[in-house]
């Protein structure tokens, strides 16, 4: 799976359990480390460790993918998991402001959503 693909899926699941502020930066003209930082927010202990499953576990469940590297977890507040070319930081809010890492990669685009396809009842 291409490198953009596998961090718009992470965007989706990390959205399916209602993680706020997600972002999905593209690094690749700025870093060698990475091709995409997938930054989302989490508003508690509990909301961490769901948004964590859900990205891993339905990666896992319907691609096969697993992260070469998970560091944090819920209890610290900062959750990274690293696809190699997709890294994804699920932080609380006042992690996410102190670390600012929008910020730090201010120069990276960020990724706009994929354009939802209108249904004939849509138009």
């Known amino acids: 799976m291409d490198s953009k693909k596998l961090a718009l899926l992470c965007r989706e699941f990390a959205e399916n359990k209602k993680a706020e502020d997600v972002l999905v930066l593209?690094?690749?003209k700025i870093s060698t480390v990475t091709d995409f930082f997938v930054i989302a927010t989490?508003?508690?202990e509990p909301h961490l460790r769901a948004v964590e499953g859900?990205?891993?576990d339905?990666?896992?469940k319907e691609h096969g993918i697993?992260?070469?590297h998970t560091e944090g977890s819920a209890q610290t507040n900062w959750v990274v998991a690293d696809f190699f070319d997709v890294i994804v930081?699920?932080?609380?809010p006042d992690v996410r402001a102190r670390y600012d890492l929008e910020g730090l990669w201010g120069d990276a685009p960020r990724v706009a959503r994929p354009r939802k396809k209108k249904t004939a009842a849509e138009e």
């Open 54 to 56: 859900e990205v891993l």
């Open 42 to 44: 989490g508003t508690s």
């Open 89 to 92: 930081h699920l932080m609380k």
């Open 26 to 28: 593209d690094v690749r």
């Open 58 to 60: 339905q990666l896992q």
């Open 66 to 68: 697993k992260p070469q």
